[in-house]
Each structure stands twice: as structure tokens, then as C-alpha cells.
């Protein structure tokens, strides 16, 4: 019996996510309200209040979706590949297929997104588990590759990769291109120019100039600057 109840209660969770999500496709997030997710997946709006405390914490679980398949997506490449272009490559392009079903949905609630004082927001504390799953993947891209990155670059690196990530992401968002074909050439060429990037990061001359790129996002993106101000701690 004690196997039972955890599978039922993951059931409710993923029901109730897969409702919101429905929903906030067919209505947007703004027309969307937890009483209606609660009817439409047959559950109490206790329960859903239960297993996400609001709509924003609906989309971090949303977040946390995308980041765990994406995760598990990038391993053929990850554990087969050690060219770093072909690696990042394969990770955004990967992204970019377990987004897919979600386009329109992006689209519909971006507005709150791109504010960065919104829990929405890839910047804010409420999206820092999700984040901090995608740096770790460009910490392995970056770690698993046969590129010469100096020691002191490997812990930024992967964050500002990231960033560029974000920046496709937001491409991809208002990509209307057939199967977002455009946005799948931007992420090829962004990363032969990010690998570019890397191989110069090796001259001494060029790092100060990344520290000072680094220290710009994380002095002035709010959630960056915490995750920097916690490893600092």
C-alpha cells in the first residue's frame, strides 16, 4: 500500500499540470484561474492549491518539466560527441524539439515572462531550480568537450552560455518559420560562434573581457546576481 499512494499523488500533480497547461493554450494565463484548472481536471481547488500553490508556481513546475526532459534528451549527443559545436549544437537543437508543443503557449505568456521582477521570469528566485538544471548542462557540454578552457573560465562560461540560450529562446518565442526553422539555423551558427568564442577565451589578453561580460549579466539580472552572491557564500 505505501507504493500506492506516491504513484496517486504524481498522478494528481502531472493531471493538474497538464490541465493548467491545456488551458492556459486555450484561454491564455491571464483568463486562466486555479478554480478553473481544479474543475477541469475533476480534482478540489484545495487539492490543486495543495500541489502548486499559485498559477506562477504551475509554470515553475512547467519549467521543471522542460529542463528534466531536456536533461535526459541531451544524452546520445553528451555521451557520444567531444567537439564543443557539435556538442552545444545538439543541446539547443534538443531544446528546441521538447519545446515544440509548447510554441503557442510561450507565446501566451511571455509578457509576464519578460518582466524580470515576475516569478515567470528564467531571471527570477522562483525559477532557480529550472535555471540552475540548464547551467548544469552547459557545464557538462563545456566539461565534456576537447576544448582547452583556462580554470578560471569554467565557472562562468557555462552561465553565459546559458544566457545565449535564453536569448534563442526568445528568438524561438516569436519564430514563426515552419517547424521554427529559422531559429533552428540561429542556434547552428550560434553555436559555432559561441565555440569561436571559447577557443579565444584561451589568450589571457581576452579574459578580462569575459569576467566583465559575466559581471555585467550578474549585476544586473536579479536572479543571476543571488546565484552569485549564494556560491559566494
Do not use: C
Not at 61 to 73: L, M, P, V
Not at 150 to 157: C, G, M, N, S, T
Request: proline residues 4%; charged residues 25%; neutral net charge.
Amino acid at each position: 500500500m505505501t507504493d500506492v499512494k506516491p504513484a496517486k499523488s504524481e498522478q494528481t500533480r502531472t493531471l493538474i499540470l497538464e490541465t493548467a497547461l491545456r488551458l492556459f493554450q486555450e484561454r491564455g494565463y491571464d483568463k486562466t484561474t486555479m478554480r478553473g484548472i481544479a474543475k477541469e481536471a475533476g480534482v478540489s481547488v484545495g487539492n490543486a492549491y495543495y500541489y502548486f500553490e499559485s498559477k506562477e508556481h504551475l509554470v515553475q513546475g512547467f519549467y521543471d518539466r522542460i529542463a528534466a526532459e531536456h536533461q535526459a534528451a541531451v544524452r546520445p549527443v553528451l555521451d557520444a560527441e567531444t567537439d564543443l559545436q557539435k556538442r552545444l549544437a545538439g543541446v539547443l537543437t534538443a531544446w528546441l524539439d521538447i519545446a515544440a508543443p509548447y510554441h503557442e503557449f510561450a507565446a501566451q505568456f511571455f509578457k509576464n515572462a519578460a518582466d524580470p521582477e515576475s516569478p515567470l521570469s528564467p531571471f527570477s528566485a522562483e525559477s532557480e531550480h529550472a535555471r540552475e538544471q540548464a547551467i548544469a548542462v552547459h557545464r557538462e557540454v563545456l566539461g565534456g568537450s576537447k576544448a582547452k578552457v583556462p580554470e578560471e573560465l569554467r565557472e562562468i562560461l557555462p552561465e553565459l552560455m546559458w544566457l545565449s540560450q535564453m536569448g534563442l529562446v526568445l528568438y524561438w518565442v516569436f519564430d514563426r518559420s515552419e517547424g521554427s526553422e529559422r531559429t533552428r539555423r540561429l542556434a547552428e551558427r550560434g553555436a559555432a560562434l559561441t565555440t569561436r568564442g571559447v577557443t579565444l577565451a584561451r589568450f589571457r589578453v581576452l579574459r578580462p573581457l569575459v569576467h566583465e561580460v559575466h559581471e555585467l549579466f550578474t549585476d544586473f539580472l536579479p536572479g543571476m546576481a543571488q546565484a552569485a552572491s549564494a556560491r559566494k557564500r
